[in-house]
């Protein structure tokens, strides 16, 4: 049973922008805050934005503040990432997750689910 669908990844050129898009479950979306996450080969999946269940409060890994932004449509059940600015250190592949500490970095429990992932290139 698929939960968290993304959408939206590709490539672009350093300073371009992309904005990712993930489909959730209606029982996820009700049930869980969201956010984002990102893994370059070699390195290990780290949180890049969260935000609370129905909105409001959000988080930034330092790596991104003032250039991504997180939000989300109730209506659609839908999170997006918004991506300014892309450096090609933004490089890796995207994942929608929900559940976990999305405002505190993640840094006392992990997303309960996972997306399949988007490809973000960014070339220099």
């Known amino acids: 049973q698929v939960q968290l669908v993304e959408s939206g990844g590709g490539s672009v050129q350093a300073g371009g922008s992309l904005r990712l898009s993930c489909a959730a479950s209606a029982y996820i979306f009700r049930s869980y805050c969201m956010g984002w996450f990102r893994q370059a080969p070699g390195k290990e999946r780290e949180g890049v934005a969260g935000?609370?269940?129905?909105?409001?409060?959000?988080w930034y890994a330092d790596s991104v503040k003032g250039r991504f932004t997180i939000s989300q449509d109730n209506a659609k059940m839908t999170v997006y990432l918004q991506m300014n600015s892309l450096k090609p250190e933004d490089t890796a592949k995207y994942y929608c997750?929900?559940?976990?500490?999305?405002?505190?970095?993640?840094?006392?429990?992990?997303?309960?689910?996972w997306g399949q992932g988007t490809q973000v290139t960014v070339s220099s």
């Open positions: 997750a929900a559940g976990g500490d999305c405002v505190g970095g993640y840094r006392s429990s992990r997303p309960s689910y």
């Open positions: 935000m609370y269940r129905g909105g409001g409060r959000t």
